[in-house]
């Protein structure tokens, strides 16, 4: 079974410009989570999806955040303009459909965004 | 507001010792709660799933219980080897709503040869 697949794996970008992370997840995985993890700290979420559907969003910064999920399937989470404290790993995961007896959840290796 | 604490912070050991890691969480109706295990630069890897009305998982030489009432779990570690080395986390999902995964800042292990 293919895991998690993330792109890219490391981004440098300097403050105000945009950048956009890519997610493709576990086939038959109705949820899907994009999380920010910022050096010491455990992984926060920013949003979860189920199926094409925002599910919680409630800690995205949405003046500068966006993510959408066309289809299902795949995921992109966007920043615009970018923050110095914007620099953090981006992991995605997903896990099957909210409610399922078994929700285990199955990250990607993460994207390493540098904001300079 | 769900809370989860990892203690120790950091933790350095010879090989071979057995260890426990401890996570507590403030609000006890939890669907399931999960161990990961974190290499530097790397995503996160499932070590062990616990659902609410079980008590304890086992993998191998992790074992990991789970104490809804207390608000803790604890994660064991047999035998520890240098490539146990990295930061573990904890992360507990609502009972309802969105099942959403709130973790812990991590407990970063050092296993000496």
């Known amino acids: 079974e293919a895991g998690v697949a993330q792109s890219p794996r490391y981004k440098i970008i300097e403050k105000r410009q945009s950048v956009a992370f890519w997610c493709n997840p576990i086939s038959g995985h109705a949820t899907l989570y994009w999380y920010q993890q910022i050096l010491g700290q455990g992984p926060k979420l920013l949003i979860q999806f189920q199926n094409n559907g925002v599910v919680d969003d409630s800690q995205l910064p949405k003046d500068r955040f966006s993510a959408e999920r066309l289809k299902g399937v795949d995921s992109t989470l966007k920043i615009q303009p970018a923050k110095l404290e914007d620099s953090a790993v981006y992991l995605c995961a997903s896990s099957r459909p909210l409610g399922h007896w078994d929700t285990e959840a199955f990250f990607g290796q993460g994207t390493r965004l540098t904001v300079v | 507001k769900q809370e989860v604490t990892q203690i120790p912070a950091a933790l350095s050991v010879p090989e071979g010792e057995n260890l426990v890691l401890n996570c507590s969480f403030t609000?006890?109706?939890?669907?399931?709660l999960q161990w990961f295990r974190q290499d530097p630069g790397k995503g996160l890897t499932s070590l062990l799933l616990i659902q609410s009305s079980q008590r304890e998982q086992t993998s191998g030489r992790l074992n990991a219980s789970l104490d809804k009432s207390s608000g803790r779990s604890t994660l064991y570690i047999a035998a520890s080897q240098p490539g146990d080395s990295a930061t573990y986390l904890c992360?507990?999902?609502?009972?309802?709503?969105?099942?959403?995964?709130?973790f812990g800042t991590g407990t970063r292990l050092k296993v000496l040869a």
């Open positions: 609000d006890s109706a939890i669907y399931n």
């Open positions: 992360a507990v999902s609502r009972a309802s709503g969105t099942y959403k995964y709130i």
